[in-house]
């Protein structure tokens, strides 16, 4: 998501809008096709912000200041390109066997007075965009929390499990389901112990955990890169320890976990 931020920080701010493609109901929901155009057309965007994985941006409109927010789900991409259809940004790390310019899976675009555009290119639709999203109720960011938000945000005296709690971005900003599953793993505690259950050294790991995880994902690439992806299918093995891992529903997502080590710590609660 911070990569997207600084490509509409380098390349999308200051320039007047003129067109607005906010046709996909699904993705620009709750607005109605031409309800987000009419908010931007005629202004600019003048600064480029995020928190966990929500990013939005300040207008300066001649009749009202919006704030537009853009959230680019798992396949995400913003992309800005020249009037031409040269990608001049973000282009890059596409998915295999996309041409430049081929824009089959653009769900909101903005088009600037000289012809350049920013778009929201998104294959699996799982991206949003909306007016005036609701960011003064997010979470500190999870790539910058402090320890005193750490153990803030798991405060004790509750049966949620530590994975939902993790993900809730009222809390904690930034954290889905597959960095989630890397933290956990790496901390070695199971996603459905109890918050109220977590001892002070498995909250200690679990913040380090989440330093190192979002570290590791930023240096190498995204989430898509950290070490139990590509184990967390069946027939996968813990690659610490080898033992089967294990899968069900935590917190209504799809979790994964080691069989061994991550079930032990839900065992020496119990």
Known sequence: MESARAVIERNGLRRRIVDVDDSDAYVCRPHVPGEIRHALLGGELITAMRRGKSMWCQTDHSSDAVTLGI???????????????????????????????????????????????????????????????????????????????????????????????????????????????????????????????????????????TRDTIRVALRDGGVHTLTIIPYRRRGGTCPRDHAPMATGTVGGRTSWWCSAEQLKSIRDDG
């Not at 940004?89 to 088009?111: A, C, I």
């Not at 996603?191 to 977590?198: D, E, M, R, T």
Request: glycine share 10%; charged share 30%.
């Open 71 to 209: 959230h680019l789900g798992m396949s995400g991409k913003i992309v800005i390109a020249d009037a031409d259809g040269t990608e001049i940004d973000g282009g890059d790390h596409w998915e295999r066997g996309r041409r430049p310019g081929d824009y089959r899976w653009k769900r909101f675009s903005l088009t600037f007075d000289d012809g350049g555009r920013l778009l929201l290119v998104d294959p699996r639709r799982l991206g949003r965009v909306r007016l005036n999203p609701p960011v003064e109720q997010l979470g500190p960011d999870a790539q910058s929390i402090t320890p005193p938000q750490f153990r803030a945000a798991l405060a004790a005296g509750t049966t949620e499990p530590v994975k939902a709690r993790i993900m809730d971005q009222r809390r904690i900003a930034g954290i889905g389901n597959l960095l989630a599953d890397e933290i956990l793993w790496r901390a070695r505690i199971h996603p459905a112990l109890a918050v109220s259950s977590l001892t002070e050294p498995q909250r200690s790991r679990l913040l380090r955990a």
